[in-house]
């Protein structure tokens, strides 16, 4: 498991949702500097990006639609079974990538782990049966064997069921649009986005939706559904406060690159690690939605990315003070209840204290331990020491 993911312990059911958590963090936190390649190639030359070249930009789709779906199964095949693991979750991933053109990083987190135990399975199995220089020919052609067939497997079984879960999502949306409750989208939108759907949200149902909505209205409130930036920073103040202590020294980093630099992705691991901690980003983000609505405020396209200097740039004229207090609620809502769930860093506490106690109590017996090992070498010196008089 990832540095960044602390080890779970217990059996009961929270135990095992924040070990799978963990699991699924594990899978991503190796491969921020992957999404972060991609969010700022992003930001900077997309035709909506800070600095457009249509040339550098074609980058952009294949890096989220084949590149970081791949890494994503690698690592995580490579947490089950190593490098053999990792490469058959590369190959299997493949069924689910080109099975659709929406980003399939849910299919990877699906598809990687299960390709790998099965093939750990295999080799269980196997193992200690095959004749001495054989060896390399049937592992060879078992991992090539087993990963066509995972791939293929993946392309009719997984794909299908990832492409309805989003549609699923997306649908829930329009319903929710359709009648005015739009704060209860957070409800969807934001645990859909820790699963890596983000994108799909956005770009497939909300950028769309908004911006038929601009054409007639002139701004429109949906291209801020999804990407608030606030929920996901009051997440990270609630990590860099009360957050895992070997865990806060990354916060301040992550702040800059998700508020200013508008990369969501770079707290999605965080959620990850403590699940619960949803709550927080669907509280964060229906306050915010809920105070879009009633001041009547919208962006004129869709924020690219979603960061607080886009939404500069996207505000209708004279909207921009008053969505930047809805972030700034948002992201107030998001850190409290964050941070509640946290219990305000008490626990943490209490581990530290214990760790301090435990210290003490080594450096105590360590003390003892010495005076009593320099009293014996005291009197053994004085028992072998020859007299001084003759």
């Known amino acids: ?42 930001a900077l030359f997309i035709p909506t990006g800070w600095t457009p070249n249509a040339t550098i930009a074609l980058i952009v789709g294949p890096m989220i639609t084949f590149l970081l779906p791949i890494l994503i199964a690698y690592t995580g095949g490579r947490m089950v079974h190593g490098q053999r693991g990792a490469v058959i979750a590369a190959i299997a991933v493949m069924g689910v990538v080109v099975a659709t053109d929406k980003p399939q990083f849910l299919g990877a987190m699906i598809v990687g782990p299960i390709a790998a135990l099965l093939l750990k399975q295999f080799d269980k199995l ?18 090539g064997i087993f990963g066509g067939a995972f791939a293929i497997g993946a392309f009719f079984g997984i794909a299908p069921i990832t492409t309805a879960l989003t549609n699923a999502l997306g649908g829930a949306v329009d319903f929710l649009v359709e009648r005015g409750l739009l704060p209860l989208a957070s409800i969807i939108i934001e645990p859909a986005k820790i699963l890596f759907l983000n994108n799909a949200i956005n770009q497939g149902i909300l950028t769309p939706l908004g911006a038929a909505q601009a054409q007639d209205a002139g701004k429109s409130i949906l291209f801020m559904l999804e990407s608030n930036p606030g929920p996901g920073l009051g997440i990270l103040l609630a990590f860099l406060f009360f957050g895992p202590r070997a865990i806060r020294p990354s916060a301040p980093a992550a702040i800059i690159v998700q508020f200013f630099g508008g990369i969501h992705e770079i707290y999605f691991p965080y959620v990850l690690m403590k699940p619960i901690l949803v709550l927080g980003a669907i509280a964060g983000g229906a306050t915010g939605i809920a105070w879009f609505s009633l001041t009547h405020v919208g962006l004129v396209a869709s924020p690219s990315p979603g960061s607080i200097i886009a939404y500069a740039a996207v505000s209708a004229r004279g909207d921009f003070p008053v969505i930047l207090v809805g972030i700034l609620l948002s992201a107030a809502v998001s850190f409290v209840v964050s941070s509640l769930l946290m219990g305000f860093g008490r626990r943490e506490k209490r581990e530290a204290d214990l760790e301090d106690a435990d210290a003490q109590k080594a450096a105590l017996a360590d003390a003892q331990a010495a005076t009593a090992s320099n009293k014996a070498t005291s009197k053994g010196t004085n028992v072998g020491t020859p007299s001084s008089t003759n």
């Open 1 to 42: 498991m990832s540095e960044f993911t602390p080890a779970v312990t217990g059996t009961g059911a929270r135990a095992r949702v924040q070990r799978f958590g963990g699991f699924l963090a594990g899978m991503v936190m190796p491969n921020i500097g992957a999404f972060i390649a991609w969010g700022l190639i992003t």
């Open 126 to 143: 196997i193992d200690g049966r095959i004749k001495s220089g054989f060896e390399m020919l049937v592992n060879n052609f078992s991992l």
